[in-house]
């Protein structure tokens, strides 16, 4: 009998939960919570979906997982390098506009391995999967369904949520929002090309993620960066 209720209640959170507008209302009540600290908003979200996979007797297939595979492997390894000449370029640009952004939070990580391995595994779980998992297969995903599922709801739910994602990060100041923006956009567009994919973004996220706690751990300079940089000394402009 308790075993009977307890699935009927779960059946009914299922239900109100499910319903397409939902995640319409979680995006604009989870930045309320910034209020407070600026990962509630993140956490409250991941909440959610946690407890609709929970209810749904996980059913990963609802956020667009499926099995990684050594192809999905290798796509993401040949995604991310595109990733970082991209998101690359799109720093040389911004940067002298706007400055660099704030990574204030990492500086510590330098030349020390057992904070700069902590850190990886903490991007891995909460950067890596847990953003992927809200912002793609949750925010996007279901946002797309909500506005019909057709490929211009995608696409329109990709900006959107490239935009929402970018601003999380207010606290990486505007240059830090500005790149973040477009680096999601490139991963929207692949998990529009990807819908039943989400392991593949996941593992560009933290592909992308650790070179970047990499040359910050070694103290380095993108060496992509100072190689475009050097290129382009090699030409004057008149």
């Not at 990963?60 to 099995?67: E, I, P, Q, V």
């Not at 490929?151 to 505007?174: E, K, L, N, R, V």
């Amino acid at each position: 009998m308790n075993s009977k209720k307890s699935f009927n209640r779960k059946e009914k959170v299922y239900t109100i939960l499910s319903k397409s507008y939902v995640v319409a209302l979680v995006m604009l009540l989870a930045p309320l919570l910034n209020h407070l600290d600026r990962n509630f908003s993140f956490f409250f979200g991941l909440g959610i979906v946690w407890l609709i996979l929970w209810v749904s007797g996980f059913n990963w297939s609802l956020f667009g997982f499926s099995k990684i595979t050594g192809r999905t492997i290798l796509r993401a390894v040949i995604f991310t390098m595109f990733l970082i000449v991209a998101d690359t370029c799109i720093t040389l640009i911004i940067e002298p506009i706007f400055g660099e952004p704030n990574l204030a939070s990492l500086k510590g990580i330098k030349h020390d391995t057992v904070e700069y391995l902590v850190t990886l595994i903490i991007v891995w779980v909460f950067a890596s999967f847990g953003e992927e998992f809200l912002f793609r297969g949750y925010y996007m995903k279901w946002l797309a369904t909500l506005m019909g599922n057709k490929d211009w709801a995608w696409i329109a739910s990709g900006i959107i949520t490239s935009i929402y994602f970018g601003i999380s990060h207010y606290y990486q100041g505007p240059a830090g929002m500005i790149s973040i923006i477009m680096w999601s956009l490139m991963i929207s567009a692949i998990f529009y090309k990807n819908r039943m994919n989400l392991g593949l973004v996941i593992l560009i996220h933290g592909l992308h993620d650790t070179y970047g706690l990499t040359m910050i751990y070694l103290d380095m300079e993108n060496p992509l960066a100072e190689f475009i940089k050097a290129y382009l000394s090699n030409f004057t402009f008149k």
